[in-house]
């Protein structure tokens, strides 16, 4: 079985996955270099101000009225848009949590004794006793090579507990030939407090804030950073997992998509899937390949 997960990963690497023509350099640039500002525009001069006797309406407190009205259009078009912004929120909670009243565990590993990754005393069956946890930690280590200067070794921890509070730290090392012999380096992550608002045996969600940072051999940069994302076990063996991170680095917003479907046996899961990271003006994408372990 290890044999067919290391022909299948030999496999994935070899798709010649790309990761963008930008250089380490220009992603520094988008990173330590302040946007130039804008010119300053004058003024525009206040309108002559209204006479008392202009202020006068023969029709009374109908101005009155028509305040009223905006106002209550306003907050309508306000809660509607709250409505919207929070529904990725909401709505997973809504209809993944209409089943279960009591509280989740992880198991051993994913499809084992269960149709996902969680159990739920109130859905298992007496003569059951399956080995439950109330956390859960994955890591992961994955590869992507451009084929032609530049590389990206890539690692992940995942700490999940039945409080549904987690924690997350990604780690990425880049790595760019530019010329025999010389190279350029830097790494590269982020780390977030989780909370997992959403859940059931065959789906999880969580979202979470913390940190982006970039650190070289000169210089460390931090920014601000929003994850979303979850797993979803559709049916043995398979693995879907997508993330969302945005935010900024340094004086760059940042945006990191990735979406994968892997394969599980026991604690392994062997993925493949597509990576978008976009610092500044700087774009690096392209597929990627990798392990997941569960403990």
Known sequence: MFRRIAIFLLAMLLARPVLGGDSLDSLRQDVRTSPPESPSEPEPASPPSKSKSQNYSPF???????????????????????????????????ILESEHTTDGYFAAYPYDYTPGSMLFEDALAEELAPQRYSWLMRLRGEYADDFDSLSRYGGHLLVDTNTRLGFDTEVNYWRQSLAPGVYDNLWQGDANVLIRFAQNESMQMRSGIGLNWLADNTHSDFGFNFTYGGDIYPLRPFVISADLDAGWLGE???????????VQWKQVEVYTGYDYLEIGDTQLDGLVAGVRLTF
Do not use: Q
């Open 252 to 262: 760059a917003t940042l945006i990191h998509l990735r979406s994968t479907v892997g």
């Open 60 to 94: 009374g407190d109908r101005c009155e009225c028509d305040e009223d009205n905006n106002d209550e259009f306003w907050s309508v078009i306000l809660l509607g848009a709250g409505v919207v912004v929070t529904s990725p929120f909401w709505g997973p909670h809504a």
